[in-house]
């Protein structure tokens, strides 16, 4: 097996591609940052540059010579969503009037940019790998390009439901889309292609593209436990609608020789490398707009446990409106969903998410993977022992932030989440779960789930379909009322509608009734659950 290496690449310029076979696709189908075929010439520089692009769009990330074009595009189809329904980030601000994806009425530019980011911008440097791969005969890079769009198809898959996944990057006039059920099936067996593809590498101590990977710097053995535990999540999602399935690709995905990730640096982020400094798209909008600011429902739990990480995950604030935590700092965490009277002068000088420019953005973290195992192991004791698993979890978030604490402290203490009052919005107390694991399974289940939720902050887009697939843990309701009548307070956005520009053809129109009528409702609804959506 050779090593696979490329020439370094100082700098790659991106211009706009073709788009996708579908002309009605074009707004939401083009991506401006690919190069051109002739600024590839340099033997595997065209590849190795689609490899950095891809993972550039796995959450969408920039640098300060993009100024704020990648910075705006993560706000308008993650921030302004998924960061605010998973109750870490709240806006202090209200968009449309009231009328927008925050108050549970979705903007169809918004959720265009979600697809865009989380699709589209993918499968053009996928399918240029993917022929290169083919002419050369070197699968390695595939393999890698195989991961990362999983990591980002994924995303689209649980944010609206059936995608194009078999027949994707072929040259058609429509591409069909595929069943939920499906493409997490083609997921699968092409995790473990991957992954297989991958092993062979790391047993050699080889690398993968080194100098164009700025997750790994081409680290096989990293990749190989990360598309494990990516294996793992998605095995885990489908649990309550197919536990046979999921029970065959957990058992696949935590019995591979090449591990899971069970350490900090393990973790699959974002901050430098490939020649480039990434900036923290949260942290801008934070400083820069005015506007994201640390939700309630963060600060009810982690005051109310008592938490170290309380203050790393929560600035502090002068406001007059400002909450004494536990440790004596004062804290001024924003509702969700400000209501239309409130702007950012009214959330001024609360609290912002405790995160700088070089914050990494994260893909999944260790303590992720060790929950995963936990509830894996409520499930089926053959996986573990769940009460350690979830205690390593809690001790790998700890040191993943920085912060020290006993963990027997911490999980005997008896404390529970705290109601919070603050600028005229009340919320009561969440829940009157402990971290103590014990009780009844469901009852384990939310504390595995409450955990795992703050472990992962501030990646809301995972955090939200958790919730969606869990029903945990408990959020603070949104301040005001829900924009559209059909969405209630206490369930919330269920899924994304298809973007508009779906069918605008005949030939699309037919397309799109195709993909809606995969739903389990076979309606194109906020409210209509996704096939793993069932509790």
């Not at 945990?472 to 956005?493: E, F, M, W």
Request: hydrophobic share 40%; glycine share 6%; with cysteine.
């Amino acid at each position: 097996m050779k090593r696979i290496l490329y020439k370094s690449l100082a700098y790659a310029a991106f211009l706009p591609l073709l788009t996708l076979a579908s002309c009605n696709y074009e707004e939401i189908n083009t991506n401006p940052y690919e190069m051109t075929e002739e600024m590839g010439v340099m033997d595997g520089i065209a590849m190795g540059a689609s490899i950095t692009t891809m993972q550039r769009f796995v959450l969408p990330v920039g640098t300060q010579a993009d100024r704020t074009d990648i910075i705006n595009q993560y706000q308008v189809a993650y921030l302004l969503s998924a960061d605010g329904w998973s109750g870490y980030i709240a806006e202090g601000n209200s968009w449309y009037s009231g009328l927008n994806n925050l108050q549970y009425y979705l903007q169809d530019d918004w959720v265009s940019s979600t697809y865009r980011n989380s699709y589209t911008e993918i499968l053009s440097p996928w399918r240029k790998i993917k022929m290169e791969c083919e002419k050369t005969g070197e699968m390695a890079p595939f393999a890698l390009a195989q991961i990362l769009k999983i990591s980002a198809w994924h995303k689209t898959l649980e944010s609206f439901g059936p995608i194009p996944y078999e027949h994707a990057g072929e040259m058609a006039l429509v591409i069909p889309f595929d069943s939920e059920k499906d493409v997490y099936v083609f997921m699968f067996n092409d995790l473990k292609d991957a992954i297989t593809e991958l092993m062979s590498v790391a047993e050699l101590g080889g690398t993968v593209v080194p100098e164009f990977d700025a997750v790994y710097a081409g680290d096989a053995a990293k990749w190989v436990k990360y598309a494990n535990s990516l294996m793992l999540r998605l095995a885990m999602r489908l649990y309550y609608i197919d536990p046979e399935l999921s029970k065959q690709w957990v058992s696949e995905a935590l019995n591979h020789p090449g591990g899971v990730m069970t350490a900090a640096d393990d973790a699959a982020q974002m901050s430098n490398g490939a020649g480039y400094v990434f900036v923290n798209n949260i942290a801008y909008c934070a400083e820069n707009y005015g506007e994201a600011r640390a939700c309630t429902s963060v600060y009810a739990y982690l005051n109310g446990y008592e938490d170290p990480r309380l203050s790393a995950y929560i600035a502090t604030s002068s406001s007059a409106d400002a909450l004494t935590g536990y440790d004596g700092r004062k804290y001024a965490p924003v509702p969700p969903g400000a209501p239309e009277s409130h702007t950012k002068e009214t959330y001024g000088d609360y609290s912002l998410p405790n995160l700088t420019s070089s914050s990494p953005t994260y893909w999944m973290k260790a303590s992720e993977v060790y929950f995963l195992r936990a509830e894996a192991a409520l499930h089926w004791s053959e996986f573990g022992d769940a009460a350690s698993l979830y205690k390593q979890g809690i001790e790998m978030s700890f040191q993943e932030n920085g912060v020290s604490m006993d963990i027997d402290t911490y999980l005997n203490s008896g404390n529970t989440p705290v109601a919070v009052s603050i600028g005229g919005y009340s919320a009561a107390a969440p829940t009157t779960a402990t971290p103590e694991f014990a009780g009844t399974d469901e009852q384990k289940l939310e504390k595995i789930m409450i955990q795992k939720w703050i472990a992962m902050y501030p990646n809301g887009q995972e955090a939200w379909t958790e919730w969606r697939r869990t029903g945990y843990p408990k959020l603070n309701p949104i301040d005001g009322q829900s924009a559209d009548p059909s969405v209630t307070k206490d369930r919330g956005i269920r899924r994304m509608v298809y973007p508009q520009s779906f069918r605008q053809s005949s030939e699309d129109a037919a397309n799109y009734a195709e993909a809606v009528s995969l739903l389990k409702d076979a309606e194109d609804t906020p409210t209509s659950r996704l096939w793993w959506d069932c509790r």
